[in-house]
């Protein structure tokens, strides 16, 4: 089967044991995409998933974040970026589907690019990236920055709203650099 087209700024997940999900980036021409290509990983074959008429997908973009919990890429950020923006992958299915997020968390994240983003279990921990100030500040040139934050994710993983709305916690001040590692210096 045909592989996607040349991009960069994309990122692959596998959120379950037999497939990886590619979404969107950015041509070389600058255009961005939203489509989302699936890969078998035992049979080494692309598969044309969505053109982002999905209900719930993201906008086309690029530099985002993205990390596996349980059978759910969650996906975050990105350029063009967007305070908070967030979206969940199901990929348990025969076909993916996509659910956003961004209405159900509590914003409370800068808009960042080209940041970290891992998970632990069900922990979604964001670091780092690039911030453009613009939309709640003064417009100035695009910066390093060094939060961190910490979701629960759990909440996340079922089709019905929370009762409890997840919010990112801001966790920059709670942790201090010893040696190569971090320490937690919280009560």
């Given at each position: 089967s045909?592989?996607?087209p040349?991009?960069f700024?994309?990122?692959?997940?596998?959120?379950?044991?037999?497939?990886?999900?590619?979404?969107?980036?950015?041509?070389?021409?600058g255009?961005?995409?939203?489509?989302?290509?699936s890969f078998a990983?035992?049979?080494?074959e692309?598969?044309?998933?969505?053109q982002g008429?999905l209900?719930?997908?993201?906008?086309?973009?690029?530099?985002?974040?993205?990390?596996p919990?349980?059978?759910?890429?969650?996906?975050?950020?990105?350029?063009?970026?967007?305070?908070?923006?967030?979206?969940?992958?199901d990929?348990s299915?025969?076909?993916?589907s996509?659910?956003s997020l961004?209405?159900?968390?509590?914003?409370?994240?800068?808009?960042?690019?080209?940041?970290?983003?891992?998970a632990?279990?069900?922990?979604?921990?964001?670091?780092?990236?690039?911030?453009?100030?613009?939309?709640?500040?003064?417009?100035g040139?695009?910066?390093?920055?060094?939060h961190?934050?910490?979701?629960?994710a759990?909440?996340?993983?079922?089709?019905?709203?929370?009762?409890?709305?997840?919010?990112?916690?801001?966790?920059?001040?709670?942790?201090?650099?010893?040696?190569?590692?971090?320490?937690?210096?919280?009560?």
């Amino acid at each position: 089967s045909p592989a996607p087209p040349a991009r960069f700024g994309a990122s692959f997940v596998s959120a379950v044991n037999t497939s990886a999900f590619l979404f969107g980036g950015e041509e070389t021409s600058g255009g961005k995409l939203s489509d989302l290509w699936s890969f078998a990983l035992v049979a080494g074959e692309w598969q044309w998933a969505d053109q982002g008429a999905l209900p719930g997908a993201p906008p086309a973009k690029s530099r985002y974040g993205v990390a596996p919990v349980r059978q759910y890429g969650f996906y975050l950020g990105g350029d063009p970026a967007a305070n908070g923006e967030m979206h969940r992958l199901d990929a348990s299915g025969a076909a993916a589907s996509w659910l956003s997020l961004t209405s159900i968390v509590r914003v409370g994240l800068p808009a960042v690019v080209d940041f970290g983003l891992v998970a632990a279990d069900s922990i979604l921990v964001l670091f780092g990236g690039t911030h453009t100030p613009g939309i709640l500040e003064a417009p100035g040139p695009p910066r390093a920055v060094n939060h961190m934050y910490v979701l629960d994710a759990r909440l996340l993983l079922v089709e019905v709203a929370p009762l409890r709305v997840p919010q990112w916690d801001d966790t920059t001040q709670s942790t201090v650099a010893v040696g190569s590692g971090l320490a937690d210096n919280r009560p």
